[in-house]
Nanobody, 123 residues
């Protein structure tokens, strides 16, 4: 199983980025997917999750109303649209495959991780 995240970069505060994560080597459409992030010197934290069908989503409070998670099961891809970015959003963003069908904010529910894509937001 491989997860390939992309779409990170350097952006000014108030700007937008769209992250993508392509999953290969396993069935994608039967598992929840999540995005997490890790800033320098901090623990990895939950950002957003989506259930197997895309019909249910969950967000961390700091990103609610600014970030949107979505998925395209035909393309084995999950997305994270990030708008109104803030300097505190600067981190390496990781996608992960969930253990089950439901969206979860619990890091222990995720079994396989991508390599991460770096997002830097300048003030």
């Amino acid at each position: 199983v491989q997860l390939q995240a992309s779409g990170g970069g350097l952006v000014q505060a108030g700007g937008s980025l769209r992250l993508s994560c392509v999953v290969s080597g396993r069935t994608f459409s039967t598992n929840a997917m999540g995005w997490f992030r890790q800033a320098p010197g901090k623990e990895r934290e939950f950002v957003a999750a989506i259930n197997w069908s895309g019909g249910s989503t969950s967000y961390a409070d700091p990103v609610k109303g600014r970030f949107t998670i979505s998925r395209d099961n035909a393309k084995n891809t999950v997305y994270l649209q990030m708008n109104t970015l803030k300097p505190e959003d600067t981190a390496v963003y990781y996608c992960a495959v969930g253990r089950g069908y439901s969206a979860s904010s619990y890091i222990g529910e995720y079994t396989t991780w991508g390599q991460g894509t770096e997002v830097t937001v300048s003030s």
